[in-house]
């Protein structure tokens, strides 16, 4: 990476993310939630190392997901973090501990988990590829996620923040806002990219022209967005690498 890195820079991001994880780890959800993974808590050195080594200086294009996935960062500590791609393509090791409580259907088991998080496997696929590595993609960008739980029923189905009941979303969000001002504050990005239409969403309600700008500070010049590449989206079935490249050049991310 050309950036020099700046060891005080790196502690005020983790700062900021050791904030939310403990505010969104104390808070209660009902049914039908039956068990809440906190990928900050449990993998939170994973997450500590992707972000001192690959987050560690103000970036043009911030990334944003929504929340972790049960194959991604639920084992790793890392936003859409496929096992393999955390351990080869990104570099970092080391051990994960468990949830309490663990779901029996949704073990974590860190970098030993044998199954691939196909969203995140396109995602780095494509950014390696396009770049050249990850030194390349790393130089201008970076990725974070909104959310840092995952919410479990008690068949194991996956069930998304923006399904919660207000009365339980609020706090959720108002803490995932805060952490989320205090990061563009601090990376200064030209861009902040919505990956896939919640992630869209919360962008442009923080920093969209129609949004109240009291409390933020650095405003990025442009928001956009990119498909989500979760095999749950046919559009990104029928090719996610080919339509992340027209979005994000139509839209002037990309030169």
Not at 105 to 112: H, M
Not at 137 to 161: G, K, Q, W
Request: proline share 9%.
């Amino acid at each position: 990476m050309n950036q020099l890195r700046n060891p005080g820079f790196v502690d005020k991001i983790l700062t900021a993310t050791a904030a939310l994880r403990d505010e969104t780890g104390a808070l209660a959800f009902s049914d039908p939630v039956a068990c809440i993974y906190n990928p900050l808590d449990y993998a939170w050195d994973l997450h500590e190392q992707y972000v001192r080594k690959w987050g560690a200086t103000p970036r043009r294009v911030l990334m944003m997901g929504m929340n972790p996935g049960p194959w991604g960062m639920a084992q790793t500590g890392v936003p859409f973090g496929e096992v393999a791609v955390v351990r080869d393509f990104l570099g970092l090791s080391g051990r994960v501990n468990h949830p309490d409580p663990e779901h029996p259907k949704r073990p974590v088991q860190g970098l030993d988990c044998p199954r691939s998080e196909v969203s995140g496997r396109r995602l780095w696929g494509f950014f390696g590829e396009r770049f050249g590595g990850p030194e390349g993609f790393f130089a201008d960008h970076f990725i974070v996620n909104y959310c840092p739980l995952v919410f479990m029923e008690e068949s194991a189905r996956n069930r998304t923040p923006d399904k919660l009941p207000r009365g339980e979303s609020a706090p959720l969000f108002e803490a995932c806002d805060r952490r989320l001002v205090r990061l563009v504050d601090l990376y200064r990005p030209e861009w902040v990219i919505g990956v896939g239409g919640f992630a869209r969403k919360k962008l442009d309600s923080l920093f969209g022209p129609k949004a109240p700008r009291t409390g933020l500070g650095h405003l990025p010049a442009h928001i956009g967005t990119v498909l989500h590449p979760s095999p749950a989206s046919p559009a990104a079935n029928r090719g996610w690498a080919a339509a992340a490249q027209k979005q994000l050049t139509e839209q002037g991310v990309w030169g």
